[in-house]
């Protein structure tokens, strides 16, 4: 059973997804903060989590701290960014700093289960 990683602030969103990606098979953690996401991949054995599903804008985290992190730590984790604030530049730069892919807010859940589903495999 491969492991996904979904941090977002907003409840809803983490719910939704959750669902979706779980019909499909997966496991799936979430984290609400960046704080809390980077304590998830801290206790994780390296290798644990398949892909992580990053909100762009956390309360505590600025735009691309947290993608960097996770591919610091990471660095076999697959990281797809989730925004509904991005400009087309920041959402370059996620790609360039190494996000597999990007996908606007509001987003359409079966894309989305489609987009993890190829970057787990």
């Known amino acids: 059973m491969r492991t996904i990683l979904l941090v977002d ?3 809803l969103i983490r719910w939704a997804v959750r669902a ?3 019909a499909e098979g997966y ?3 979430e984290a609400g903060t960046a704080r809390e996401a980077e304590d998830i991949l801290a206790a994780s054995v390296p290798g644990t989590i398949a892909v992580a599903v990053l909100d762009l804008k ?3 985290s600025d735009d691309l701290t947290l993608l960097r992190r996770v591919r610091s730590e990471a660095p076999d984790c697959r990281v797809i960014i989730m925004t509904a604030y991005g400009s087309p530049a920041l959402l ?6 190494g996000a597999v892919g990007t996908v606007a807010k509001p987003f359409d859940l079966p894309r ?3 987009m993890i589903r190829q ?3």
């Open 9 to 11: 602030d907003e409840p």
């Open 20 to 22: 979706g990606l779980e």
């Open 27 to 29: 496991r799936v953690i």
């Open 58 to 60: 956390l309360p505590d």
């Open 92 to 97: 370059a730069e996620a790609l360039k700093a």
């Open 112 to 114: 989305v289960v489609q």
């Open 119 to 121: 970057a787990a495999a």
